[in-house]
């Protein structure tokens, strides 16, 4: 059977791997001149292939229709993935978090295994060609091949469409497939940036904090309309010239990329984004502990009082947060004065304005809608022997590996039908 796979990332080399494996003359298409580029840049260039906890949990870490995956996710799991890679000759390893990279360090090592496999199945790759669009048998509601955009056409009795979404357009998603999936009748949902940093209405505080990372922190994310809070996380936040970043902020952006009405609060100034600098201490332990920083330094000024406590470049933001007078001694502070510190300390209170562009987010939330694809197949309800893979579909997951595991699981589903 002739099969063709538009689009050369990881979810589209899987699903051609899996087709050629069941003996199917597979084709795999893709724009750019070279495969895989968006995998090379996951994990900064390391590649976080999948996690290591069980398959029947990572639906918990898929906010957006994650149900709607279990099928893909028993045929092709977090153990296969790691057991592919192995047989070409990749070992990998667990790191903090569950995520897993290959022992190189590169995804470059990543992306060799996929290539050998595709030439060593003999599957037929062709580069820099775009699809212009499918073509249906109308009589049989089934596709008969491509369209390219020189105008030649390569019939396939079956099409995987696994041309991505939005996000990173440089790697080649630009949201073609969303285009061509609407031309055949589908529905797209709505696209929004997802595991994307944040801009803040606190851009002077932001810039001056610029290039800090703090680890072990907590974040809240509130409706401040409702007082309800949407996310909660534990980890690592970084400070941008426009906003945060970090995995803490990447994974909220996941939930608040289809929160009810989220345009419309973050432009009433509805979010709020509150970080305990101090987790692991309580109101009263961390109260304690200012106590005997200050007893220590007693005879200083306050602004020379908090380099234990803080790292140096929080400490002018934080002196200037709590309205004390920097030049103020420490044994001159209030109770007042130091329970507002405290209170601070614990919440450190910043406002969302905005996500930043969709070409900055990790993945795209939002794409075609799952009730319009059979889960057990990939295949697409509306047109026979049309297939979908990746994240060109409606899930997207937390950071960890999570949503590469979705490409690979999908693109084998896909594949194998």
């Known amino acids: 059977m002739k099969v063709i796979v538009i689009g050369g990332g990881p979810a589209g080399m899987m699903s051609a791997i899996a087709s050629a494996q069941q003996g199917n003359k597979v084709t795999l298409i893709e724009k750019m001149n070279s495969l895989g580029r968006k995998l090379l840049i996951t994990g900064k260039g390391r590649c976080n292939i999948t996690s ?15 149900k709607f995956l279990y099928s893909s996710f028993i045929n092709f799991s977090n153990l296969d993935i790691i057991e592919f890679l192995k047989k070409q000759g990749l070992e990998v390893k667990i790191e903090r978090g569950n995520r897993i990279f290959p022992v190189t360090d590169s995804s470059q090592d ?17 580069l820099n060609t775009k699809v212009k669009h499918i073509i249906i048998n109308k009589e049989k509601n089934c596709v008969e091949g491509v369209k390219l955009e020189d105008e030649n056409i390569i019939k396939a009795e079956k099409i995987i469409l696994a041309t991505g979404g939005k996000s990173y357009p440089l790697t080649g998603s630009t949201g073609d497939g969303y285009k061509m999936a609407k031309e055949l009748g589908h529905t797209i949902t709505n696209i929004k940036p997802s595991l994307v940093p944040l801009e803040t209405y606190q851009t002077s505080i932001c810039q001056q904090l610029q290039g800090l990372g703090l680890k072990n922190i907590k974040i809240k994310i509130i409706n401040t ?10 980890g690592e936040l970084m400070f941008t010239h426009f906003g945060i970043s970090g995995p803490t902020i990447l994974s909220s952006t996941a939930h608040l990329a289809h929160y009810k009405d989220i345009d419309k609060l973050l432009e009433a100034k509805k979010i709020k984004l509150t970080i305990d600098l101090k987790p692991a201490l309580s109101t009263e332990k961390l109260e304690d502990r200012i106590l005997r920083d200050f007893d220590e330094n007693k005879n200083r000024q306050y602004k020379n009082s908090l380099n234990k406590l803080l790292p140096q470049k929080m400490i002018e933001t934080i002196v200037y947060l709590s309205k004390i007078n920097p030049d103020k001694k420490v044994n001159e502070i209030t109770k ?76 084998y589903t896909a594949g194998i039908n």
């Open 52 to 66: 290591s906890i069980n398959i029947e949990d990572f639906i918990k870490n898929i906010p957006r229709n994650g």
């Open 110 to 126: 990543v992306l060799k295994c996929f290539t050998k496999k595709l030439k060593d199945l003999k599957v037929n790759i062709m």
């Open 225 to 234: 309309e409702k007082n309800k809070t949407i996310y909660e996380d534990f």
């Open 336 to 411: 007042k004065e130091r329970k507002n510190l405290v209170y601070l300390l614990k919440n450190f209170e910043l406002y969302i304005k905005q996500f930043r562009p969709i070409e900055e987010a990790i993945i795209t939330s939002g794409g075609i809608q799952i009730k319009e694809i059979n889960p057990k197949t990939m295949e697409s309800k509306k047109i026979k022997n049309l297939y979908f893979a990746g994240e060109i579909i409606d899930v997207y997951a937390y950071t960890g590996g999570f949503n590469l595991q979705i490409a690979y699981s999908t693109g």
